[in-house]
């Protein structure tokens, strides 16, 4: 009896112990954080995604303001190129600047300006318009331009004079301004750009005699500019168009 006794109790004692070793193997054991790695990549690919689309956002919208503002700076921008490229003058001030002002664009009746280069027999320059055509309501501001090179060695001086087809449609073919009968030199294998700013006067569309006309053709011819050289101006071209010597 009393050695079964002392034998439970030893199983009893080996039972404690090892329940003992185990509860302190668990407290001893390091403490180990919850990975989060998977939800904080998520969170940081949320995030990275977000701030892009917000960056692309923003370069839309300045975009879209950058445009317009060049939309509004257009003819300023313009003034300014003709002025540093000494391209045509200045419109005078009594040149229908109220008209231009005040003028009513006719939306309903829309020209095709069609636009024409020619060289004289002595020119020995490349010259030729930028675009072939151009559709503009009377009333309305255009601006166009032409490309001229010298391809030669040497410096090379011309001067241009201008005609529009159909010749009834030239008196409604007001160019505020523009690089006709004036000197123009180019250097050996210089080229430029020369703009020509325009409209068509809205009194067009009560002329009986262009009810039919919808394409009107611009067309441009330079000479090389020497001593004697004489030059025809249409009869339609205004005085501050038209600069002779």
Known sequence: ??????????????????????????????????????????????????????????????????????????????????????????????????????????????????????????????????????KVAPGETALAFYTAKNPTDKPVVGISTYNVIPFEAGAYFNKIQCFCFEEQMLNPHEEVDMPVFFYIDPEITQDPALELCDTITLSYTFFEAKEGLQLNFPSYVKPHTAKQA
Request: one cysteine or more; a positive charge.
């Open 1 to 134: 009896m009393l050695r079964t006794f002392a034998k439970v109790r030893v199983q009893c004692q080996q039972l404690l112990r090892h329940k003992y070793k185990q509860q302190l193997q668990l407290k001893l054991q390091p403490c180990r954080p919850k990975s989060t790695l998977g939800g904080n990549r998520g969170d940081s690919d949320a995030a990275n995604r977000k701030l892009r689309s917000k960056s692309t956002l923003y370069y839309i919208t300045a975009g879209g303001v950058l445009i317009v503002g060049f939309s509004y700076a257009a003819v300023p921008l313009y003034s300014i190129f003709c002025q540093a490229y000494s391209y045509g003058g200045t419109t005078s001030q009594g040149h229908d600047a109220e008209k231009v002002e005040h003028m009513v664009k006719v939306k309903d009746r829309v020209l095709k300006i069609r636009f024409n280069a020619d060289i004289g027999s002595s020119m020995r320059w490349n010259f030729k318009p930028q675009q072939f055509e151009i």
